[in-house]
């Protein structure tokens, strides 16, 4: 059996690569070139797609006797993930440009370029479980073994298709014992930190990403209170997103938060909290996984972002959008983000919010 090896440069690609050699499959490593550094303006050591990345690869892959390849998938990544994460904050929503690269370079440039090489699997350092239930004849996805790094709300955008030939090794590992293979095989990455910040945007200053990327300067406007009255002023509305709290830069007796965003007329509405919570939200783009479709209601632990606890609720589907209602109003739902549902560990789906019901 053939694999292709997406090979970041990391610890937990490197070590997905040796576990896949370790069974015996044929491999080919795989880095994907998505941006170059200049061409996005970013500098950084812990960026991805810089040289470094690439030869910690190519030293992993020399070490497991693979060879290894460098695919440039620049012009693909500036249009479905950098241009979309722009346009996103221009339009006074938050974007996760984790998914948008999940789901159109590595499960889908990249399995098309494994397809043409004749490869049976893609294979990625990702956290989490890839079970086909014979009952319901679909593959699942499901959390992984590590609470703490499972990855399956980056996930939920995946086909059946691309379930069906994707491999994930790390499934039930912890990163502790991942380092440890690392270095018992004398992979030169085994100490390498991860990077916390969106790989195009290294030191975590978006907005300064966004005007030098576009050009632009994002004009100040007013910052109101929920009647509308003026209590100061922003510095440009792709700076600001729902729930903010720091860097406001507005003294008041109690903390002021971002409740809403006006691009129409350049408003950033504030408030001590009231408003930031939601009785449900409504996404679009959806993809189910677990289950065909969901008729009537069906019960769910919702997530909105990443580092969210899942909450109890409740999600009906209509017109191809996926409503759900918390049991009890959740904090800060924002548009852009992804709602992903579960079933006990297995994903039942997930989508864009488009809209927030209050």
């Known amino acids: 059996m053939k694999a292709l090896i997406a090979m970041s440069g990391g ?3 490197a070590v997905a690569a040796y ?49 290894h390849y460098v695919f440039n998938f620049a012009d693909g990544f500036r249009e479905c993930v950098i241009d979309h994460f722009v346009t996103s904050y221009e339009n006074g929503v938050t974007p996760n440009p984790c998914i948008e690269c999940n789901r159109h370079m590595k499960f889908f440039k990249l399995y098309q370029r494994a397809k043409e090489l004749s490869c049976d699997y893609i294979v990625t350092g990702h956290y989490a479980h890839i079970v086909y239930n014979e009952e319901t004849g679909r593959y699942n996805l499901k959390k992984s073994g590590d609470d703490e790094k499972d990855q399956t709300y980056v996930l939920y955008s995946m086909t059946q298709d691309q379930l069906a030939h994707t491999i994930f090794p790390l499934s039930d590992m912890k990163k502790p014992h991942v380092r440890e293979i690392a270095a018992e095989n004398g992979f030169i990455n085994a100490g390498k930190a991860e990077s916390q910040d969106i790989c195009f945007v290294p030191d975590g200053d978006y907005a300064g990403f966004i005007e030098k990327y ?16 003026v209590i100061g002023k922003h510095n440009g509305i792709i700076r600001y997103t729902i729930g903010q709290r720091k860097g406001l830069g507005i003294a008041a007796p109690e903390p002021y938060y971002v409740t809403d965003i006006d691009v129409t007329n350049n408003k950033v509405t504030l408030s001590h909290g009231e408003g930031l919570f939601a009785k449900g939200v409504i996404a679009d783009n959806v993809n189910l996984i677990s289950v065909p479709e969901i008729k009537g209601e069906m019960r769910v632990g919702a997530k909105i972002r990443y580092r969210h606890r899942e909450q109890p609720a409740v999600a009906t589907m209509e017109d191809g959008r996926l409503k759900v209602i918390f049991d009890e109003p ?7 983000q992804a709602l992903v549902l579960y079933d006990g560990d297995n994903v039942v789906g997930g989508g864009t919010i488009c809209q927030i019901i209050k």
């Not at 015996?24 to 991805?48: A, N, P, R």
Request: include cysteine; glycine fraction near 10%; charge should be positive.
């Open 11 to 13: 610890v937990d690609s």
């Open 19 to 67: 576990l896949m050699k370790k069974q015996g499959y044929d491999c080919i490593g795989v880095t994907m070139k998505l941006f170059q550094s200049d061409d996005v303006k970013v500098k950084g050591e812990h960026s991805c797609c810089s040289l470094d990345d690439v030869q910690d690869a190519k030293a992993v892959a020399r070490k497991l006797d693979m060879p």
């Open 214 to 229: 576009t050009g632009r300067k994002y004009p100040a406007g007013d910052f109101v209170d929920r009647d509308g009255n």
């Open 330 to 336: 959740q904090r800060a739902a924002t548009k852009g």
